[in-house]
């Protein structure tokens, strides 16, 4: 039997706890690593309308004889010019809130306000940046561990049957290199950005992993791929970037290989904060993120050598 009893001090409702801790804790975002990798178009800005074309030449042919007889006219050859144009668009989105929230909160709102914004801003760039980069006319589906489908219509026709291992790699390298002659990023290499599956299958390749473990512990450790076959890697976690379940079993992680002068940015308006103009004497307020800005790739449209710039790993 109980020594002791209970008796409630009121006799029904809620029972409510009036301390309150000041600090505000923020749900936490993915990465956003795509928007580095885009170059700024020249020539775009305020008063130049919505579109920016960019010019391209396309390399010249190389005669298979270029000896000349004493009494020949040199030979001329014709250069092709083409274009691409490149549309802005106005994006942003706000959160409005009063200036009573502001007044009776214990919380510094208008801070936290602003920092979700950005991270929803820096998202969103994110996004566009991975649709833009994933434009480009060279799928490569790994349809089997030891083997690989090059499409090159900009259309994945083959289901992924296994996710990106060391072979892989390998072939896409010589690829961009021997058949695309794809400029290095940067130092001799390319650069792929990788969702974190596509680079899990790599970690998981006993290739890499007798050639890391022993050659480089600490990239294991670390969970870094490192540099590849003149490859270096970057891990996207942000899903909505870069897929991590494509293909037959959801089997494969989404992943882009790059060169040089890959992908561009024309913008209008450089994305930013800005404050609502206060309505209601004050009482209504509010901030908003705004920008206006398009991605693209400059050769999205072509999977021919010298102007391709970019892999993308993915599935039907």
Known sequence: MSTSSWIYDAPSGVYKSHSMSSDLRMAAIAQTKFLQYFNTVDGMGKGKGDTVTITRIANVDVPTDDSLLEVERIPEDSYVLSTQAISVTERGRAIPYSSLSIDLSSINLENAIQKKLRDQLALRLDKVCATAAKLGMVKAIPDGVASLTFDTDGTASTTAAANLNVYHVEQVRDYMFSTLNVAPYADGDYMCLASTKALRGIKRDPNWEKWKVYGNQEAKQGSEVGRLESCRFVEINNSNALSQSLGASSVLGEAIFFGDDAF?????????????????????????????????????????????????????
């Open 264 to 316: 561009i940015m024309a913008t209008v308006q450089d994305p930013e904060l800005r404050a609502k103009e206060s309505g209601d004497y004050g009482r209504a307020k509010g901030v908003a993120w705004y920008g206006i800005y398009g991605m693209s790739q400059v050769w999205y449209d072509s999977a021919s050598a010298g102007q391709a710039r970019s892999v993308h790993i993915t599935s039907a």
